[in-house]
């Protein structure tokens, strides 16, 4: 959309993981809406390297004379994270006003700009505030060193001097299921609950399993009743109509 409101042309580098699966999954939510905003889909087999695919394709454009700008999987770059070290500030003068303190803020992660950018923007007002990170597709082990780096590239871009401890990246990969955009069942529960009490729409690919990991871990005791926890919602709900079957 910012492209086509400047005039900037777009390509999409996306990984077509089911071909298998029906149109409305292949042809539908965010790729209709790629369509409509006039962006060019460049298409991979499953299993590419797409942060090669994109860096290759950045150099034949070079090539070629063009100027292109490269955004990696999910924005998740120094610059990226930057815009949830502002909303992590954010996040704090809002609760300040409200008059609480969160036990955890938690939300969904798979590339890791969100959370970085969350402990970075926590750390810089010395907000002791833990986040929590509920993985929509990719392990801990995979994630956290992630995740640090971009926490620490944007404290180094903003030239302060702070730190954040070793417990501060916390990810939870039990959520996952079988892969990134395959629903589950607890998922699905988490979408028709937002919907049916709250009046939020969630998506299947992202929201609904961070989502999960909240009911899961506000179940299993993790936060007493007396805790109040923010979540942050991060979108995604064209996702919605390339799922009908979320909807049961």
């Known amino acids: 959309a910012a492209a086509a409101r400047l005039g900037i042309e777009c390509e999409l580098l996306l990984e077509h993981r089911f071909p298998e699966w029906p149109d409305t999954y292949n042809r539908g939510g965010n790729l209709q809406l ?11 087999p499953a299993g590419t390297d797409m942060n090669a695919a994109l860096a290759a394709r950045a150099n034949e454009l070079h090539a070629a004379g063009r ?16 815009g949830y070290r502002a909303a992590a500030v954010e996040i704090l003068r ?4 409200v008059g609480f303190t969160p036990a955890e803020i938690v939300h969904t992660t798979s590339s890791g700009g969100t959370q970085a950018g969350l402990i970075a923007g926590l750390a810089i007002e010395r907000s002791t505030v833990p986040v929590l990170g509920v993985s929509a597709g990719g392990s801990d082990e995979y994630l956290a060193p992630i ?3 971009l926490a620490e590239g944007v404290i180094e871009q903003l030239g302060l001097d702070r730190t954040f401890g070793p417990t501060a990246v916390v990810i939870d990969d039990t959520h996952v ?4 955009g395959v629903p589950t069942d607890a998922m699905h529960e988490a979408v028709d609950v937002c919907a049916t009490l709250e009046g939020v729409l969630l998506d299947p690919v992202y929201t609904g399993k961070g989502m999960a990991g909240l009911i899961h871990h506000a179940r299993t005791g993790r936060w007493s009743s007396d805790d109040q926890v923010v979540f942050i919602h991060t979108g995604g709900t064209p996702a919605l109509f390339a799922y009908p079957d979320s909807v049961r």
């Not at 790629?34 to 991979?44: Q, Y």
């Not at 100027?67 to 930057?82: D, E, K, N």
């Not at 299921?177 to 990134?180: E, F, L, P, T, V």
């Open 34 to 44: 790629d369509a409509l905003l006039g962006a060019t889909v460049l298409d991979h």
């Open 67 to 82: 100027r292109p700008y490269a955004i990696p999987l999910g924005g998740s770059s120094v610059v990226g994270a930057l």
């Open 94 to 97: 809002q609760v300040d006003a």
């Open 147 to 149: 995740v640090r780096a």
């Open 177 to 180: 299921g079988d892969a990134y």
